[in-house]
């Protein structure tokens, strides 16, 4: 927030999101994209450790984050996120994907359900299964990674 601030001379779009408009021409901006990308990959490193320390996931800080966190539903995005993850990673096991020209990726599920949603227990589960199977499979290693905390 902080760059955000500096990049808009005030920190008065905290309150008003409308102000994050003024970024727009600091795109082009060569000085600015560059601290952006600096800040990005702080925070990102930032993370990786987080999430060592509280869960003991080792995170590729250079992948792409792919995030989904909402309530969960069967018709909300995770189910199809999940199987996404499910098509790339038997792309990559039965050869149609090549693993060094795909962008490297690491997709969080973060989400909470009713107790008595049954559909959503299972969709977790499905989750989990699906991280279990790709965080331990050698050929993922660096490429695909799945973490529901």
């Not at 149609?96 to 227990?121: E, N, Q």
């Amino acid at each position: 927030s902080a760059l955000i601030t500096e990049g808009l001379g005030t920190d008065a779009w905290q309150g008003d999101l409308e102000l994050l408009e003024g970024l727009k021409p600091l795109a082009d901006d060569p000085s600015f994209v560059k601290k952006f990308a600096k800040v990005k990959q702080e925070n990102k490193l930032a993370f990786v450790d987080f999430a060592k320390q509280k869960y003991g996931f080792e995170i590729n800080p250079d992948t792409m984050f792919n995030t989904i966190v909402k309530r969960l539903h069967e018709y909300k995005r995770q189910s199809m996120k999940i199987l996404q993850v499910i098509s790339t990673y038997a792309g990559i096991k039965n050869g149609t994907i090549d693993v060094d020209k795909m962008l490297p990726r690491t997709v969080f599920f973060g989400a909470k359900s009713a107790p008595g949603y049954a559909m959503a227990k299972l969709t977790i589960q499905l989750i989990n299964n699906v991280a279990r199977v790709v965080n331990n499979d050698p050929a993922c290693k660096g490429k695909l990674a799945v973490f529901f905390p």
